[in-house]
């Protein structure tokens, strides 16, 4: 079935370590997007990628870094998780990320948890 | 940036009764988006639609982009429609700015 998929669907991670969150798409889209969902403040844009080998900031980038080195996969790392960071992460994709608009599609998440 | 507002923040239906949801936005936008967050804190796409109505089953939305709003209309509620239902506008800002609003959490009781 076509879609998004992110792992882990959850984490518990101590305060420091290093983390990678991962997505996968399989509709060839050009853009991929990452957001952050907390409780009182809708979703937020960590990072996105209007194309395969380009990234850009979004509302709250500080702390994450992301890379697109093929179409289908968007890492979002975590060097050093704080727990402010704890959040659900969901990553999205849509056709274009350019001028044209095009709906935005949404993976099932990650719950994580930096104690 | 630009404000997206939806009203009601929180809806209590019969099951079977109607509603209509709202989506107020500040400015110009190229992109707008209908999601259903269910219990399990899934995003389902409902509609895309900048402009004009469109239907799918009980559903339907309309979007009057000169006046800067949307609505969803949600006919004979069933208790799997309850969650959050959120409106995203987008533009274009060097990438497709979305901004989510807030949500209307919409409970439906048997």
């Known amino acids: 079935i076509a879609g998004i998929t992110q792992a882990p669907t959850s984490q518990i991670l101590a305060a420091g370590r290093r983390m990678t969150l991962r997505c996968t798409q399989d509709m060839r889209h050009n853009a991929m997007y990452w957001y952050r969902q907390d409780l009182g403040l809708g979703l937020r844009l960590i990072h996105y990628s209007n194309t395969a080998g380009t990234t850009g900031k979004g509302e709250v980038p500080d702390g994450y870094s992301v890379s697109r080195a093929n179409t289908d996969d968007f890492p979002l790392t975590l060097a050093s998780a704080v727990p402010s960071q704890t959040s659900v992460y969901f990553c999205?994709?849509?056709?274009?990320?350019?001028?044209?608009?095009?709906?935005?599609?949404f993976g099932p998440g990650t719950r994580l948890t930096v104690l | 940036g630009i404000q997206v507002e939806q009203s009601p923040p929180d809806l209590i239906l019969q099951e079977g009764a109607n509603s209509t949801l709202r989506c107020n936005f500040s400015?110009?936008?190229?992109?707008l988006q209908w999601f259903h967050q269910n219990p399990w804190g899934q995003l389902i796409n409902l509609f895309y639609i900048p402009s004009g109505t469109k239907q799918n089953g009980r559903l339907s939305a309309t979007t009057v982009a000169t006046e800067r709003y949307s609505l969803l209309y949600i006919s004979s509620s069933q208790t799997t429609d309850s969650g959050v239902y959120f409106c995203?506008?987008?533009?274009?800002?060097?990438?497709?700015?979305?901004?989510f609003g807030t949500g209307t959490k919409l409970q439906v009781i048997p």
């Open positions: 999205a994709s849509s056709r274009t990320g350019q001028r044209l608009p095009s709906e935005q599609f």
């Open positions: 995203a506008v987008g533009f274009f800002g060097g990438y497709q700015k979305v901004t």
């Open positions: 400015d110009s936008v190229n992109n």
